[in-house]
């Protein structure tokens, strides 16, 4: 199964010249960054300056970062999974060879294999990599939830994922908080003071 991919979505980009650096916001991605196990949630509306925060940060950070910006029509399962091991190829050329493998196969891919495939992958990097989905509120797909729910649930020590959306996903995001996994940036966070 093939799909049509804009590779311009997993290009970071470019940070304006007028941008208002957020020095703490920073220092708070940067500090989830380097704890293994860790899932950043930054949750505000729009507006709030996600997009340049993560932009911010792809350009601190001294680690590969693979960027996805989801649009509405990412919630096909297959493209979804499509983009993510381009952009993490984008950062390592001999990534996805199994998840590249399944998607060409002549059968229908079955949605739950994904993550399972992409998690063996993701396991034998040999360098930490920050992955990061920007407007995940426009992911609508429940098989698309529940797979990235499992990913997170077995996350590579290596892997750093950074989700931007307006609204939380539907994953536990309580478990996430009792194993001390979860990193939030949420509006008040975000709102600029004096």
Known sequence: MSVSLLYSKTHIPQLRPSFVSRSSLLNRLLAAVRQPNQVVLLSGSAGFGKTTLLTEISNQVKIPVAWVSLDEGDNDSVQFWSYVVTA????????????????QT???????????????????LQEDLVLILDDYHLIQNPAIHKAVSFLLDHLPARLHPIISTRIDPPWPLARLRARNQLVEIRAADLRFNL
């Not at 993490?88 to 590249?100: K, L, P, Y």
């Not at 229908?108 to 399972?116: A, K, R």
């Open 106 to 124: 002549p059968q229908i891919v079955p949605e739950e294999n994904i993550p399972t495939f992409l998690i063996n992958d993701l396991d034998q």
């Open 88 to 103: 993490i190829e984008r950062t390592n050329a001999h990534f996805g060879q199994s998840v590249r493998a399944l998607f």
